[in-house]
């Protein structure tokens, strides 16, 4: 069945001190996440288990990242989670740390509805 790309929202985290990958990248996550509210599914009486969300992760480091670990922060659909090189390590040589910045892009497919629907 062919899907459609109904949602992609964006996000960057960080983790300042910690140089914690999966932390930025969960954070990048939620930020993403806090830029949706989607009526959607309730107005078309759409299950959530209809949706597959597709999650890419862009850090420095992407074997660093936990994508179990991000894939459970999501609250509905079928998850899916990459990492790949991005994002930004911000070094102090000074203090000897890095800081890791996260971005993260989130796509969400549902089945075609073309046909399903019709506008009154």
């Known amino acids: 069945m062919s899907e459609q790309r109904i949602i992609l929202e964006m996000g960057t985290g960080n983790d300042l001190y910690g140089q914690d ?25 759409i299950d959530h288990s209809e949706m597959r969300v597709c999650v890419t992760i862009g850090v420095q480091q992407p074997e660093a990242i936990d994508c179990d670990r991000v894939a459970a922060d999501l609250p509905r659909g079928r998850a899916e989670v990459r990492a790949v090189k991005g994002g930004l390590d911000v070094t102090d040589d000074e203090a000897g740390t890095r800081h890791v910045i996260a971005t993260a892009a989130i796509e969400a497919f549902l089945p075609d509805q073309t046909g399903k629907y019709v506008q009154s």
């Open 21 to 45: 990958y999966t932390k930025a990248a969960r954070r990048a996550v939620q930020d993403a996440l806090h830029h949706s509210s989607i009526a959607l599914f309730s107005k078309l009486g």
